[in-house]
């Protein structure tokens, strides 16, 4: 038998201590319980932390950190933006890679003027209930798609990848803002993207909305997984959907271009307190309405047998109209 000398005996009870400190910092994945120090520590079942941010429209995934400044002569990271100061809308174009922010001419939000007539409500929605998960991306809160869903609409289908909120709206309707703005971010399988933008004011209490200013996480990079809820998506929408059509851009830097915008004329309610639960953390996530230039609000059908028949109304002559 092998002797053992004092040495031997102390590295011997050394590992098997850590190899129990080990086992006592893991997580039960049975009880959901973390572990201390061996202590059972009651932990809420219903969220975890991420460490990563996703991007609000395009879903990139990028580390949430604190803005950092920048000067013309070292433009900074595009991952620092913000909605105040140096980082806010006003130098977006100056970081890196986000030039369009600034000389884009298609650039979102608009405003619609009033009077401006709407687009039949023809947009098909294919959403389903899901389970939810609610992300405080540093930015705004977001919630990532868990199944497929998606719209088809001019012909062309495009799955939802999230929903994030903007408090005040960032479209203003006659030059007014809604309370809040939310907006459904979806993607085609050749790369385009289009967006369902829905108007939020308060008043009455949303039932459809309540779980996901039930489960909003407080601290950027956080996620709550709302353990046995489901979100029906579809109910997220107004009942009636007719809505406003033009071409514009991503709100948030990079400000990319492309992107087929569809904000629906009538607004949803949500109650004071729930406007109140996203406004606590974010209050000024807006981007400034930036200027139409020579783009037109698309009316009419978009049905391809009525392709002759759509009108194009100019957003500066509402009484303008050509076939």
């Not at 098997?16 to 893991?26: E, N």
């Not at 201390?36 to 609000?56: A, C, E, I, M, N």
């Not at 709407?118 to 930015?139: C, K, Q, R």
């Not at 939802?160 to 309370?179: I, M, P």
């Amino acid at each position: 038998m092998l002797k053992t000398t004092p040495l031997i005996t102390r590295i011997l009870a050394m590992g098997i201590i850590c190899s129990a400190g080990t086992l006592a910092m893991g997580t039960s994945p049975d009880s959901g319980t973390r572990l201390v120090r061996g202590k059972p520590v009651k932990q809420t079942s219903t969220s975890h932390t991420q460490t990563q941010t996703t991007d609000t429209h395009s879903g990139t995934a990028a580390t949430t950190s604190e803005p950092a400044k920048h000067s013309s002569a070292n433009k900074g990271d595009s991952s620092h933006w913000g909605y105040e100061g140096e980082t806010g809308p006003e130098n977006w174009g100056s970081f890196s890679n986000c030039e369009t922010c600034d000389e884009g001419m298609e650039q979102s939000p608009v405003d619609i003027p009033a009077g401006m007539p709407t687009h039949e409500a023809d947009i098909e929605f294919s959403y389903a209930p899901m389970s939810l998960t609610v992300l405080n991306n540093g930015h705004t809160i977001q919630v990532n798609s868990a199944r497929d869903c998606f719209i088809d609409v001019e012909g062309k289908q495009y799955q939802l990848l999230q929903f994030h909120f903007h408090a005040l709206s960032e479209h203003t309707v006659n030059g007014q803002h809604s309370d809040m703005e939310v907006h459904f971010v979806h993607k085609s399988d050749d790369g385009e993207y289009a967006v369902v933008g829905v108007l939020l004011n308060k008043g009455e209490h949303n039932t459809a909305f309540a779980p996901v200013f039930e489960n909003i996480p407080t601290t950027a990079g956080q996620s709550i997984y709302a353990k046995g809820v489901a979100i029906n998506t579809i109910d997220l929408m107004p009942v009636q959907r007719e809505y406003y059509r033009y071409n514009g851009s991503f709100t948030t830097p990079p400000c990319t271009e492309g992107v087929k915008w569809f904000v629906m004329e009538q607004p949803v309610e949500l109650s004071p307190e729930q406007v109140s639960a996203f406004t606590a953390l974010y209050d000024n996530n807006y981007r400034p309405v930036q200027p139409i230039g020579n783009r037109k609000f698309i009316a009419g059908s978009s049905n391809c047998e009525c392709c002759q028949a759509r009108k194009i109304i100019s957003s500066y002559n509402g009484a303008g109209l050509s076939e």
